[in-house]
């Protein structure tokens, strides 16, 4: 090869190199990259205990570092005998949307772009067609007449289709009837968000931001530790909270009491007593055969 | 060992030198390519530090032209087996050599569909969750785990095959049968297996009304049949053109016929989802109506998939009449099939899938500028890919390149043009083709 070759190859070369670096120089922004800690991190079913604690005071020197302020970060663990259901009186409704708010301040979604994991649909009297339905709805008062209002959640099926579906296994149902989701596991594919019947699931578009002042310090593993970008999250029924005897954010907040919440394999809960009593209660798109954990009924 | 190793080195040394060396229109076309390619990685960057929040898709719409692309493409990789049948089963031997440019086509295919799912990916960096025993690897359960199996084993079977047959040639070398026609076989049933694997990550959704149904496996294999030989058709003809490959009009009209019968298989399954979905009109043909006819005031997608019918329907017709033997007719059935079909997979069955949502909500989507970016520099990848391949192959294909003229004897291969001149060669391409004519009438096919 002679100079003239060599120099033409080499200037070739080195433009090249510089069109890449050129091309790929967005990447200077980028700041959340995960650690070496979190991209070596197993499974959420393979950690033992003392892994747990690690990543537990990993996460919560994450939050620190962000927030400025120490969470109170813990992995709750499933009660026995315990099988959680959740039953929504349709004729108490009033579509205020408060269970849609409270949800977002107990279990730090992004507000900006705001995630917001129940959805409330106002419906025609007569009808359970979704298609008929509402979901922008904004009068000055409501309820209006001639209208019910139906809100929709993760139903937690037990036979769901995202666990099905996640090519990972991040999505999996617990002991206690919880779909829950590993956030340091999902590669955030959004083929569970194609699979849910509900609307359901959402997932992380952007980095998600939360004001300090909103954030909700007791946090847990599987349910509302602050999420990053490129992940799948969704109603869990106020994990931290159910599973410490607490009701979840939503039915708490429901100045209607619509909302009702407990234990199904107990025969003396609130729930039981509905599912015994109630002559007519549904399950959304049951011929779908997902078998909901949510159930509707009317007060009849 | 350390020999063949040391040949093989060699062999790859060879073909990577090569896919450097060409006229100007050769390094014009690689040019505009890369510049793509490198708008692409831009695009993409920008995607992988703001979030997925970049593209058009919203929690409604969760797929947008990404998954469109990688679902076509995968159609695109089936197909090439479709040239393999008729030279192995009904052994044509007028169709041998093709069969690598078919199975190139489908390597590329493959390498841009693994490139349009990475980049779908919130979180790439996780890939390794993937892995079966390093990761979770949800077997059988999850079809897309399915799609993991089945797309890289297809780009195995085909990397091994025409790598084999090349080397083989390249060494002059007679292939042992062992080694490539159990594994062309295999890829036969593999390749109808990638895209039924694709189809059933549609049709395995229940909450998902338009693509639960027994039709889209088989609507997906006969567009795919149909889109990728017409591909192959047109890229032969560039391949005819642009080096002095001869490649017979005879090869090119039994492809014609394998479009001809997909496409008219394609346009009956049309007509048998049209007829199901309109004349029950149950709820659930409500995204159906959204995509032929527009629903509740939204019909974004209405031209495009009448364009698409259009097209396929105008396709069917020409290739059925003997005027498709002209290849100009030909030309332009299979450009008007390949677009078609492009907009009836994409357009016409991921995204009318998502609308209306699972709860009856109407939002629409439009790919933004830095996703169409990342597409056209994932196409322009695919481009640059295959090209390179045939850059590489062809030479060894005509004798050009062979262990025989190892060494001293590259003289017409690389260099400049005073170099070239100075040894006697006048074009690179002119001497390649002069060499090819004498191999080819001189020894005839041999395999």
Redesign the interface.
């Known amino acids: 090869m002679n100079r003239r070759?060599f120099l033409r190859t080499s200037g070739v070369l080195a433009a090249g190199i510089a069109?890449?670096a050129?091309?790929?120089?967005?990447?200077r922004?980028?700041s959340d990259?995960?650690s070496a800690e979190e991209?070596m991190q197993k499974?959420y079913k393979e950690l033992t205990p003392a892994d747990m604690e690690k990543v537990l005071a990993r996460i919560s020197r994450e939050v620190e570092k962000q927030y400025g302020l120490r969470p109170h970060v813990k992995d709750y663990k499933p009660m026995d005998g315990v099988e959680f259901v959740y039953c929504l009186n349709l004729t108490r409704c009033i579509g205020c949307r408060k269970c849609v708010h409270a949800c977002v301040a107990e279990n730090n979604q992004s507000r900006d772009?705001e995630i917001q994991y129940i959805?409330v649909?106002k419906m025609p009297h007569g009808s359970l067609?979704?298609?008929?339905?509402d979901?922008n709805y904004s009068p000055d008062m409501v309820p209006e007449k001639g209208f019910f209002y139906m809100p929709?959640q993760c139903q937690q099926c037990k036979n769901a289709?995202c666990v099905?579906?996640?090519?990972?296994?991040?999505t999996w149902t617990e002991p206690d009837g919880i779909t829950v989701i590993d956030y340091d596991?999902?590669?955030?594919?959004?083929?569970c968000?194609?699979?849910?019947?509900?609307?359901a699931?959402?997932?992380?578009?952007?980095?998600p931001k939360i004001p300090k002042e909103r954030l909700n310090l007791n946090m847990s593993y599987l349910g509302n530790r602050p999420r990053k970008?490129?992940?799948?999250e969704k109603c869990h029924f106020c994990i931290q909270r159910t599973r410490a005897g607490r009701y979840p954010a939503c039915l708490e907040v429901c100045p209607a009491g619509a909302r009702k919440f407990g234990n199904i394999l107990d025969p003396e809960s609130e729930v039981s007593y509905i599912m015994r009593n109630k002559r007519v209660f549904i399950q959304l798109?049951e011929e779908?055969?997902?078998s909901p954990r949510f159930f509707y009924y009317f007060d009849v | 060992m350390i020999q063949a190793t040391k040949n093989y080195v060699r062999f790859l040394w060879r073909c990577g030198r090569i896919a450097f060396v060409g006229d100007w229109r050769y390094y014009g076309w690689m040019g505009i390519l890369s510049v793509f390619v490198l708008l692409g990685i831009n695009a993409y960057a920008r995607q992988f530090v703001h979030g997925l929040i970049v593209t058009g898709m919203s929690d409604q719409v969760s797929w947008g032209v990404y998954i469109a692309n990688f679902t076509f493409l995968v159609g695109v990789a089936a197909a090439a087996a479709m040239l393999v049948i008729p030279v192995y089963i009904y052994d044509n031997k007028e169709l041998h050599d093709l069969v690598i440019f078919g199975e190139l086509l489908a390597v590329a295919a493959i390498l841009m569909c693994l490139a349009f799912v990475t980049v779908d990916l919130g979180r790439p960096d996780r890939f390794w969750h993937l892995i079966p025993i390093l990761g979770k690897f949800n077997f059988p359960g999850s079809m897309l785990s399915w799609d993991v199996i089945v797309l890289n084993g297809y780009l195995l079977l085909n990397v091994h095959i025409c790598g084999y047959l090349l080397y083989c040639r390249y060494q002059g070398k007679k292939p042992s049968k062992w080694f490539y026609i159990p594994f062309v076989f295999v890829a036969i049933g593999w390749a109808v297996s990638i895209h039924t694997v694709t189809a059933f990550l549609y049709v395995g959704l229940g909450g998902r009304p338009f693509w639960n149904s027994s039709i889209v496996g088989p609507r997906f294999l006969a567009s795919a049949f149909t889109a990728g030989p017409a591909l192959i058709i047109l890229a032969l003809q560039i391949i005819r053109r642009v080096t002095a490959y001869r490649i017979s009009d005879q090869a090119l009209l039994t492809l014609r016929n394998i479009v001809q019968v997909s496409m008219l298989i394609n346009v009956f399954l049309l007509f048998n989802e049209v007829f199901k979905e309109f004349y029950t009109r149950t709820s659930h043909v409500a995204s159906s109506s959204y995509l032929f006819f527009g629903l509740h005031g939204y019909h974004a997608l209405v031209p495009w998939i009448w364009t698409a019918i259009v097209f396929n329907i105008v396709a069917m017709f020409i290739l059925v009449l003997p005027v498709s033997r002209s290849l100009k007719y030909l030309n332009i059935a299979c450009v008007l099939a390949i677009v078609g079909i492009w907009i009836e997979k994409g357009m016409g069955l991921v995204i009318p899938g998502f609308i209306p949502s699972p709860l009856g909500e109407m939002v629409e989507y439009t790919p933004t500028l830095n996703e169409t970016l990342v597409c056209l520099g994932i196409w322009a990848f695919g481009f640059l890919a295959y090209t390179v391949f045939l850059r590489m192959s062809i030479p060894i294909l005509q004798g050009t390149i062979s262990k025989a003229n190892e060494g001293a004897a590259d003289q017409c291969a690389f260099g400049d043009r005073e170099e070239l001149e100075a040894r006697g060669c006048n074009q690179k391409w002119r001497m390649d083709a002069a060499n090819a004519a004498e191999a080819q009438t001189g020894e005839g096919h041999s395999h």
């Open positions: 070759n069109a890449l050129a091309s790929l120089s967005p990447l922004e980028l990259f995960s991209f499974h772009p959805r649909l067609d979704m298609e008929k339905g979901h929709v289709p099905k579906v996640c090519p990972t296994r991040a596991w999902c590669i955030g594919c959004r083929y968000e194609a699979a849910c019947p509900y609307f699931r959402r997932f992380n578009w952007t980095k970008q490129g992940v799948m798109k779908l055969g997902t």
